[in-house]
Nanobody, 123 residues
Framework: VQLQASGGGLVQAGGSLRLSCVAS????????MGWFRQTPGKEREFVAS????????NYADSVKGRFTISRDKVKNTAYLQLNSLKPEDTAVYYC?????????????????WGQGTQVTVSS
């Protein structure tokens, strides 16, 4: 397993979760990392990305101001803090490693994917 995502769960609207994505080794320390989400019948949707050094961060408009992406190279881990959750945030969340260093908003730029973790927000 190259990327292992965890931290999902069931929360009430307005609640918080922190997702983690652990890389099996330091092979992704020079790559951008991203988080995407997907609901049944819909395409995978960009959520957030972070560059290899954390200097460049991007968010989907739908999560700006509520979600925070970060990474810890010592721990080979990327994080996604989810605050002020809404029922429409319910999805399977995937972490991924970009081929490049920046972290794209396009899923086609990513060649390694974690297995996904379910986030369910109740109203």
């Amino acid at each position: 397993v190259q990327l292992q995502a965890s931290g999902g769960g069931l929360v009430q609207a307005g609640g918080s979760l922190r997702l983690s994505c652990v890389a099996s080794r330091r092979m992704f320390n020079n790559n951008g990392m991203g988080w995407f989400r997907q609901t049944p019948g819909k395409e995978r949707e960009f959520v957030a990305s972070i560059s290899w050094n954390g200097a460049a961060i991007n968010y989907a408009d739908s999560v700006k101001g509520r979600f925070t992406i970060s990474r810890d190279k010592v721990k080979n881990t990327a994080y996604l803090q989810l605050n002020s959750l809404k029922p429409e945030d319910t999805a399977v969340y995937y972490c991924a490693a970009d081929r490049g260093a920046v972290g794209s908003s396009h899923s086609s730029s990513y060649n390694y994917w974690g297995q996904g973790t379910q986030v369910t927000v109740s109203s």
